[in-house]
């Protein structure tokens, strides 16, 4: 059971547009940065969202992150196949004293 | 360009210590602003955090796995180890080193490394 709760799929047709939800509590979310990241099985995940909203260099603008309260959100515009992967969002529990991920999104482009 | 690269014994029996290393290269270990993290991935489950360690001996361990983890630095090698003791086939994963900005940020990885514990 993971502290951060994120939908186990989510899909949508080429060219369209998703969201993945990421839901915590005070302890996380709300008053840490959210890094999201992108894992293709056998490869190392790649960062891809930082400090809630905040893309590093090489991360195209299709990709967006955004808080609110309690909950954090990935944005991807312009769906394109070579976005099917694994999505998790990660942040600090002040509470545990832990870095927490949550439990995976797997995308499918249709 | 930053690369981190995990190494260590792919195979290890239940209750003994699994020792892996992360050798870090085109930057230092021992720089103030980072941290430098293990995480790993189950087969069909998700990202785990195991801990974190900065290079003046600061660390954070998943509570789950505390009493069982240790993490440190050595800067004279560039390197970061992780120990994990009394291991059981549960902690059969992908092992992941990271570097991080701050605690949250895992900013570049390791291509990772298969442990299977198994008798």
């Known amino acids: 059971q993971s502290v951060l709760t994120q939908p186990p799929s989510v899909s949508a047709a080429p060219g369209q547009k998703v969201t993945i939800s990421c839901s915590g509590s005070?302890?996380?979310?709300?008053?840490?940065?959210v890094s999201w990241y992108q894992h293709l099985p056998g490869t190392a995940p790649k960062l891809l969202i930082y400090d809630d909203n905040s893309r590093p260099s090489g991360i195209p603008d299709r990709f967006s992150g955004s808080k609110s309260g309690t909950s954090a959100t990935l944005g991807i515009t312009g769906l394109q196949t070579g976005d099917e992967a694994d999505y998790y969002c990660g942040t600090w529990d002040s509470s545990l004293s832990a870095g927490v991920f949550g439990g995976g999104t797997k995308l499918t482009v249709l | 360009q930053l690369q981190l690269q995990e190494s260590g014994p792919g195979l290890g029996k239940p209750s003994e210590t699994l020792s892996l290393t992360c050798t870090v290269s085109?930057?230092?270990?021992?720089?103030?602003?980072?941290?430098w993290g293990w995480i790993r991935q189950s087969p069909g489950k998700g990202l785990e955090w195991i801990g974190s360690?900065?290079?003046?001996?600061?660390?954070f361990y998943n509570p789950s796995l505390k009493s069982r983890v240790a993490i440190s630095v050595d800067t004279s090698k560039n390197q970061i180890s992780l120990r994990l003791s009394s291991v059981t086939a549960a902690d059969t994963a992908v092992y992941f080193c990271?570097?991080?900005?701050?605690?949250?940020?895992?900013?570049?990885w390791g291509q990772g490394t298969q442990v299977t514990v198994s008798s």
């Open positions: 990271a570097r991080q900005q701050g605690l949250t940020n895992c900013d570049h």
């Open positions: 360690v900065h290079y003046s001996g600061s660390t």
């Open positions: 085109g930057g230092s270990v021992g720089s103030s602003s980072y941290y």
């Open positions: 005070s302890s996380n979310i709300e008053n840490n940065y």
